[in-house]
């Protein structure tokens, strides 16, 4: 089992539709949750992270946290083409401390 | 500087050649991390180091392999007898002690 597990793509929706993206971790102990956008020949950008269980929001993006079911999700809201790209969803602290462990990736197409 | 910067941005090397990529963090991130990106594949972790302390260095492929910080800023990563399977992205990121990391533009390493 990968450390850290994401959705597997590549995922389309239409342009202003709601894009679900999932995470799930194997070690309980983590404490830091990030997601990342990466454009394709890019270098990973922060877009997201969460600490606490919940939901967090800032803009058109939710990130939400259970980490009792070690679970992480991120919602796009009114999807844009411009939001195509690569999601990674990274996972912090626990045995691991500073060191962050990454999923595969999902890529989203958001189509006009 | 404003943000992390990596050297080179492009560097092919022939087999069997020793390279050495270099970092520059964000000033005053203690925390920096080294990652490979194969294509289509999300980054994976090959060392950690806090100030010049190399922290986890257990995602080093091969004793060919070797980081350093001696002075707790700039960082080199260094591949010697390099093989085709080194072939990757090698990108470089820094955060403040266990907060949110910062990826600079990535050293795209070719060997042919």
């Known amino acids: 089992q990968k450390e850290v597990e994401q959705n597997s793509g590549p995922l389309s929706v239409p342009e202003g539709a709601i894009a679900s993206l999932n995470c799930t971790y194997s070690?309980?102990?983590?404490?830091?949750f990030f997601w990342y956008r990466q454009y394709s020949g890019k270098s990973p950008e922060l877009i997201m992270f969460?600490?606490?269980?919940g939901d967090k929001e800032d803009g058109r993006f939710t990130a939400q946290l259970n980490k009792a079911s070690q679970y992480v999700s991120l919602l796009i809201r009114d999807s844009q083409p411009s939001d195509s790209a690569t999601y990674l969803c990274?996972?912090?602290?626990?045995?691991?401390?500073?060191?962050?462990?990454f999923g595969q990736g999902t890529i989203l197409t958001v189509h006009p | 500087g404003a943000g992390v910067s990596q050297s080179p941005r492009y560097k092919v090397a022939k087999r069997g050649q020793d390279v050495a990529l270099r970092c520059d963090p964000i000033?005053?991130?203690?925390?920096l991390f080294w990652y490979q990106q194969a294509l289509g594949q999300g980054p994976e972790f090959l060392t950690y180091?806090?100030?010049?302390?190399?922290?986890?260095k257990s995602g080093l492929p091969s004793d060919r392999f070797f980081a350093e910080r001696p002075e707790g800023s700039v960082s080199t990563l260094k591949i010697q007898r390099t093989q085709q399977e080194d072939s990757a992205v090698y990108l470089c990121?820094?955060?403040?002690?266990?907060?949110?990391?910062?990826f600079g533009q990535g050293t795209r390493l070719t060997v042919v």
């Open positions: 990121a820094s955060s403040l002690q266990g907060g949110e990391a910062f």
């Open positions: 070690d309980r102990g983590s404490q830091s």
């Open positions: 969460i600490y606490s269980n």
């Open positions: 990274a996972v912090g602290g626990g045995t691991s401390y500073g060191k962050l462990t």
């Open positions: 000033s005053g991130h203690v925390s």
């Open positions: 180091f806090q100030n010049e302390a190399q922290l986890d």
